[in-house]
């Protein structure tokens, strides 16, 4: 694949980052999440979810990557989110197809740069599932070290959206702008 084109995100976006996200969640979440609400009204959840955010996007960046006008992935930050670790990477997610291409590198050293550029603080951070192992390689090849874990919040505040307790670990890099070399060179 030709590199993909990166840009930021607007309201006019919303369907279609909220179907990837959906089909994200559907194949990485199971276990976690509830069968019934990743096979139901996930796709739902998420458009209203997405809308409402890139209509009100003050202190958060959407940064998309397109190649020939499809959506292959996007990470969504939100600026000096906690005082202690930075700005939060709220999502990122690459098309099935595309994982190990170097498209979710360049698409966290994007959001690292503009965390460098408009956030106060150094630090950038995640939350990853603990189940979510490979995610968990992938963070640390960029870089990340481990924190702490917490239970998931449930989406929308249902526990029924849930599986249990399922658990989440912090990822964490001191400095957002040694992160966004990742942007260049993948």
Same mark, same amino acid.
């Given at each position: ?42 796709a739902?959840?998420r458009? %209203?979810?997405?809308?409402? =955010?890139? &209509?009100?996007?003050?202190?958060? /960046? $959407?940064?998309?990557?397109e190649?020939? @006008? ?64 490979? %995610?968990?390689?992938?963070? =640390?090849? &960029?870089?990340?070290?481990?924190? /702490? $874990? ?5 989406? @929308? ?30």
């Amino acid at each position: 694949m030709t590199s993909p084109r990166f840009r930021t995100g607007g309201a006019e976006d919303a369907d279609r980052i909220a179907a990837l996200h959906a089909d994200s969640w559907r194949r990485h979440y199971r276990g976690a999440y509830a069968d019934s609400y990743l096979n139901g009204d996930v796709a739902a959840d998420r458009q %209203a979810v997405w809308s409402a =955010r890139l &209509a009100t996007p003050a202190g958060t /960046e $959407t940064i998309l990557a397109e190649h020939d @006008g499809r959506l292959v992935g996007f990470i969504h930050v939100r600026f000096d989110d906690d005082p202690e670790h930075g700005s939060l990477v709220d999502n990122l997610h690459v098309v099935h197809d595309l994982h190990r291409t170097g498209v979710g590198t360049r698409l966290l050293g994007r959001a690292a740069r503009a965390a460098a550029e408009r956030a106060t603080h150094d630090g950038m951070y995640l939350w990853v599932l603990q189940q979510n192992t490979a %995610a968990q390689r992938f963070y =640390r090849a &960029a870089g990340a070290v481990a924190g /702490e $874990t917490a239970t998931v919040s449930a989406p @929308g505040g249902d526990p029924s959206k849930l599986t249990g307790h399922p658990r989440k670990l912090r990822m964490m890099w001191p400095d957002a702008a040694a992160l966004s070399r990742l942007a260049a060179h993948p």
